[in-house]
């Protein structure tokens, strides 16, 4: 199928395409063209050459050629043909915006918000009445259903914020154990859609992430596929019992721990996290997940009004970026919850800090996977509740305490 217009695939053909006929571009430049890595370049065109990658058939717009120690790219002449039917089609509809306006009232106590005030308001009011406050202008985040659809049949509905979708999509994917790897997915296309018609808003806002998935992949998900509906704020979503529990996380392969995580090297990184954040700048409603390098250092920043969303978000682009896997830690501007500690653990997350308290299951878990748990991570003091030598049976951290031990 043809990408869509505003894909990474489109982007990269639209590059090529300007390279004369005849010659080849290396995959390097390509990344600096697109401000893109070199192995995520190089999954985009293995998908756009002649290649079968498991199901998926190529549909060979794009040749490539090893050249000394460098990977050149060059369009076919289907390619270029692809090229031309993209710009034959029409443009896509925008996608909802992420941060939406909203006419607010700013109050203070003792000031009067003119709410039920009407011809006869004035009477009995003193020269001591408080004024009223107008109202302005504010940002509020935007809050939508994005259904994401594999291969045709739609199995999840989140309520997420419009950014970052195909990040979003790819990270639900490999962090709810859909995909084994990211070369499991052959393609990602988001489609803006109406929702189902409400009474004030007959033409709200939907979304739709279309995933084309190995047919082993598929074949799984439906055999336990269910109705997934998520909110913002939830943790197990949508199964219809408690057998469809999933406690048991993946222990961490050996040597994947973070031997020696200090406080301060987590701290360093919350201390960058703020500022990473541009749309809850706007909002202050939004949640954010960050990778940290080992030494702190803040790599990327993903947001979403959900806090599994911005952690999937994080993932996605991880894995597009070829980092998922590479030495780091998780750190995350929320509590820490069951399905947070279950996801890092799937995708092999050795450390996870956040900002607030975790759950007792939290604790639980990452112990039993041999991940390393900061929560309550503010100014210059955090806690430590579970180490990666907790790994066992029964998780569960430092043991019973009456109360958190600052480290």
């Known amino acids: 199928m043809t990408p869509a217009a505003d894909s990474p695939a489109a982007a990269l053909l639209h590059l090529l395409a ?8 290396s995959v390097p430049r390509l990344g600096k063209q697109l401000q893109q890595g070199a192995s995520a370049v190089m999954r985009e065109l293995s ?9 998926h058939q190529g549909p060979g717009w794009v040749a490539m050629a090893h050249d000394g120690d460098r990977w050149m790219a060059q369009l076919t002449e289907a390619g270029r043909d692809a090229v031309q039917a993209l710009a034959a089609e029409p443009p896509a509809a925008p996608l909802p915006p992420p941060v939406v306006a909203c006419r607010v009232q700013r109050l203070r106590r003792g000031a009067g918000s003119g709410a039920g005030a009407g011809a006869g308001a004035g009477a009995g009011a003193g020269a001591d009445a408080a004024p009223v406050v107008p109202p302005e202008d504010d940002r509020i985040a935007a809050e939508v259903p994005v259904a994401l659809v594999f291969n045709g049949i739609s199995h999840a509905v989140m309520m997420a914020t419009p950014a970052d979708l195909e990040a979003f999509a790819l990270g639900f994917a490999l962090s709810e154990g859909i995909l084994d790897a990211p070369a499991d997915c052959f393609g990602i296309e988001v489609q803006p859609v109406t929702a189902p ?12 992430v279309h995933l084309e998935i190995a047919s082993r992949c598929f074949a799984r998900l439906k055999e336990r596929r269910r109705a997934l509906v998520g909110r913002t704020g939830c943790g197990v979503c949508g199964i219809d019992s408690l057998d469809a529990l999933d406690l048991v996380p993946e222990a961490l392969a050996a040597g994947a721990a973070l031997a020696g995580l200090e406080a301060a090297t987590v701290l360093a990184a919350f201390d960058a ?20 390098l080992p030494d702190g250092t803040l790599a990327a920043v993903l947001e ?42 799937r995708l092999g997350v050795p450390a996870l ?21 900061w929560g309550l991570c ?6 430590r509740y579970a180490a990666a030598e907790d790994r066992g049976p029964s998780g569960g951290g430092f043991g019973p305490m009456t109360g958190p031990t600052p480290t």
């Open 378 to 383: 503010r100014g210059d003091r955090a806690v």
């Open 273 to 292: 996290l703020s500022a990473r954040q541009p749309l809850n700048a706007q909002v202050g409603s939004l949640h954010a997940a960050g990778w940290a």
């Open 197 to 208: 018609p409400a009474a004030d808003d007959p033409e709200a806002p939907a979304i739709e």
């Open 353 to 373: 800090a956040t900002i607030s308290a975790p759950t007792a299951l939290a604790v639980r878990i990452a112990g039993q996977a041999g991940m390393q748990l």
């Open 18 to 25: 300007a390279v004369p006929a005849g010659q080849a571009v």
């Open 304 to 345: 979403d009004v959900g806090r599994h969303n911005a952690l999937d978000k994080l993932f996605g682009q991880l894995a597009a970026d070829g980092l998922l896997g590479t030495p780091g830690f998780v750190v995350m501007s929320s509590r820490a919850s069951y399905e947070l500690a279950r996801k890092c653990a």
């Open 47 to 55: 998908m756009l050459g002649s290649a079968r990658i498991g199901d």
